[in-house]
């Protein structure tokens, strides 16, 4: 019995240093798994932020793009009310007439667009008087 033990103990002996070995190695494992995940949250923290500027700004792009949408609408609404209205009026024919002749002083300034102007206020008095 005692020879038993002691033969136990040298068997034990002979795996210490194994067994040593084995847990350094893991505890080696468990620290670069450690710095791992701290460098992965890192990154994920990084990007979580980079994602949370991006949704900022796309929601105010979008806000910013409905406010001009809205706008818009609102300046078309207007401009074809007023066509409308000075249709009802008889002034129609008279704000084409303006209209008109403002385009022909603004392409004045430019010569090179003076032909193409001309065939365009030739078409338009001819649309202008079908009207």
Same mark, same amino acid.
């Given at each position: 019995m ?9 068997? @034990?002996?002979?795996? +210490?240093p ?6 350094? &190695? #893991?505890q080696?494992h468990?620290? =670069?798994?450690? %710095?791992?995940i701290?460098m ?9 932020? @980079?994602?949370?500027? +991006? ?7 979008? &806000? #910013?793009d409905?406010e001009?949408? =809205?706008?818009? %609408? ?5 401009q074809?009310r ?9 002034d129609f ?24 102007y ?8 001819g ?5």
């Open positions: 005692v020879v038993n033990g002691i033969r136990q103990m040298s068997e @034990d002996n002979l795996q +210490l194994w067994l040593q070995n084995r847990v350094a &190695e #893991q080696s468990a620290k =670069d798994l450690e %710095e791992s701290g992965l949250k890192e990154k994920l923290d990084k990007a979580n932020k @980079d994602l949370e500027i +991006l949704r900022l700004k796309a929601k105010q792009q979008h &806000e #910013q409905m001009e949408m =809205d706008f818009l %609408e609102q300046f078309y609404k207007d074809i007023n066509i409308l209205e000075a249709r009802k009026d008889g024919q008279n704000t084409q007439q303006k209209e008109v002749q403002e385009n022909a002083e603004q392409s004045n300034a430019n010569p090179s667009n003076r032909n193409d001309i065939k365009n206020t030739e078409q338009e008095k649309r202008v008087t079908e009207d």
